[in-house]
């Protein structure tokens, strides 16, 4: 019954911010480490950030810096603050646990950076 809904995405110009929210349902969220996971077309699902229950955090090198995860176990909702955003950080971005389950993949969000 677990449930994870993204939302937040949107068409912005390189250089442009966007914050995404995760919201989720049905499950023990404060005891899980929960990530965002981005998938752009052709390529590979890839983590891109994960977040402990205490908010303890880890990121790629490809957005160190200019990403933030954050998590409030009171609302069951993850974040993802996106700064600076590039054009290769054009994707599809997911929330899920971390090692994902992968019955509770969502319909993600739309991130596109483009001029």
């Known amino acids: 019954q677990v449930q994870l809904v993204e939302s937040g995405g949107d068409l912005v110009q390189p250089g442009g911010s966007l914050r995404l929210s995760c919201a989720v349902s049905g499950g023990v969220f404060s005891l899980w480490i929960m990530g965002w996971y981005r998938q752009a077309p052709g390529k590979q699902r890839e983590l891109v950030t994960s977040?402990?229950?205490?908010?303890?955090?880890n990121y790629d090198d490809s957005v160190k810096g200019r990403f933030t995860i954050s998590r409030d176990n009171a609302k069951n909702t993850v974040y993802l603050q996106m700064n600076s955003l590039k054009p290769e950080d054009t994707a599809v971005y997911y929330c899920?646990?971390?090692?994902?389950?992968?019955?509770?993949w969502g319909q993600g969000t739309q991130v596109t950076v483009s001029s």
């Open positions: 899920n646990t971390v090692p994902a389950v992968q019955m509770w």
């Open positions: 977040i402990t229950r205490d908010g303890n955090t």
